[in-house]
């Protein structure tokens, strides 16, 4: 089967695995919306001509931190820290496996096109701004979340929060 436009196979695996395919709703606030890049490493991903990402990056690793710091109750950032990595690495391997399973392909997440909203839960937490397919191979799967999201995010978490590079490894 052919990745739909919608990457409607997900919905009834449940939020966790479901991807968005369109903008929030106007009602939403939009303030917290970026594109996933923004919680990298600045220069991790060269802006492409047909890909516009605004010029103030938003702090999306910084706010995911500090409400997940809240809920926990703990003054350690590290810990939060680690949580959020963790958190989204599984949002992003959950909806990749799925893909991979249903479809037999995979949505190019391009962290220029896959947006964040740290502040929401699943699965309005991540939404892609168009769906392009990639094969669905162990190859591309492991490229795709380890090298293009996982890697730059452990690099943004251990440079900014001191979270050993082995536990975001394993978290990974």
């Given at each position: 089967?052919?990745?739909?436009?919608?990457?409607?196979?997900?919905?009834?695996?449940?939020?966790?695995?479901?991807?968005?395919?369109?903008?929030?709703?106007?009602?939403?606030?939009?303030?917290?919306?970026?594109?996933?890049?923004?919680?990298?490493?600045?220069?991790?991903?060269?802006?492409?001509?047909?890909?516009?990402?605004?010029?103030?990056?938003?702090?999306?690793?910084?706010?995911?931190?500090?409400?997940i710091?809240?809920?926990?109750?703990?003054?350690?950032?590290?810990?939060?820290?680690?949580?959020?990595?963790?958190?989204?690495?599984?949002?992003?391997?959950?909806?990749?496996?799925?893909?991979?399973?249903?479809?037999?392909?995979?949505?190019?997440?391009?962290?220029?096109?896959?947006?964040w909203?740290?502040?929401?839960?699943?699965?309005?937490?991540?939404?892609?701004?168009?769906?392009?397919?990639?094969?669905?191979?162990?190859g591309?799967?492991?490229?795709?979340?380890?090298?293009?999201?996982?890697?730059?995010?452990?690099?943004?978490?251990?440079?900014?929060?001191?979270?050993?590079?082995?536990?975001?490894?394993?978290?990974?």
């Amino acid at each position: 089967m052919d990745l739909d436009p919608g990457l409607s196979a997900l919905r009834p695996l449940g939020g966790f695995s479901v991807l968005r395919v369109s903008r929030p709703a106007p009602s939403r606030r939009t303030a917290t919306l970026a594109p996933l890049v923004h919680a990298y490493p600045p220069g991790y991903a060269d802006t492409a001509v047909d890909v516009h990402v605004p010029v103030q990056r938003p702090d999306l690793l910084g706010l995911r931190v500090r409400k997940i710091a809240a809920a926990l109750g703990t003054p350690e950032t590290r810990v939060a820290a680690s949580v959020a990595q963790q958190g989204l690495a599984a949002r992003l391997w959950s909806v990749t496996l799925a893909c991979a399973a249903l479809y037999g392909q995979v949505p190019d997440l391009d962290p220029r096109l896959l947006h964040w909203d740290p502040d929401a839960s699943a699965p309005d937490d991540l939404w892609l701004a168009e769906v392009h397919a990639l094969p669905g191979d162990a190859g591309t799967v492991a490229d795709l979340v380890l090298a293009t999201h996982l890697a730059p995010l452990a690099e943004a978490v251990h440079a900014r929060y001191g979270v050993a590079a082995g536990l975001l490894r394993g978290n990974a």
